[in-house]
Nanobody, 118 residues
Framework: QVQLVESGGGLVQPGGSLRLSCVASGIIFSSYTMGWYRQAPGKQRKMVAT???????NYAGSAKGRFTISRDNAMNTMYLQMNNLKPEDTAVYYC????????????WGQGTQVTVSS
């Protein structure tokens, strides 16, 4: 059974930084494409960044230049380093794992709240 556990969220001032972590269990982590998504109140969940098993990365426009996604296969862990945070980054951030080519059968973590406010 896939289990994804996020951590690292919190309250930060605009311009600050946070590092999110997602620890995976129950899967062969190195084979999975991983991603971070976020959902703000009243809005749809959207992709923030993804990283393939070969560590190819993809970012949403709002994340480019400020966020960095990475993975440590030895630790079954994915990270999202978020710098220069803005109030519009406030959302619940979710970890996502999917094994290609079964793109419709991904799994989600429970989410971690990120609040950017002065």
């Amino acid at each position: 059974q896939v289990q994804l556990v996020e951590s690292g969220g919190g309250l930060v001032q605009p311009g600050g930084s946070l590092r999110l972590s997602c620890v995976a269990s129950g899967i062969i982590f190195s084979s999975y494409t991983m991603g971070w998504y976020r959902q703000a109140p009243g809005k749809q969940r959207k992709m923030v960044a993804t990283i393939s098993s070969g560590s190819s990365t993809n970012y949403a426009g709002s994340a480019k230049g400020r966020f960095t996604i990475s993975r440590d296969n030895a630790m079954n862990t994915m990270y999202l380093q978020m710098n220069n945070l803005k109030p519009e980054d406030t959302a619940v951030y979710y970890c996502y794992a999917v094994l290609p080519p079964w793109w419709s059968r991904g799994s989600w973590g429970q989410g971690t709240q990120v609040t950017v406010s002065s």
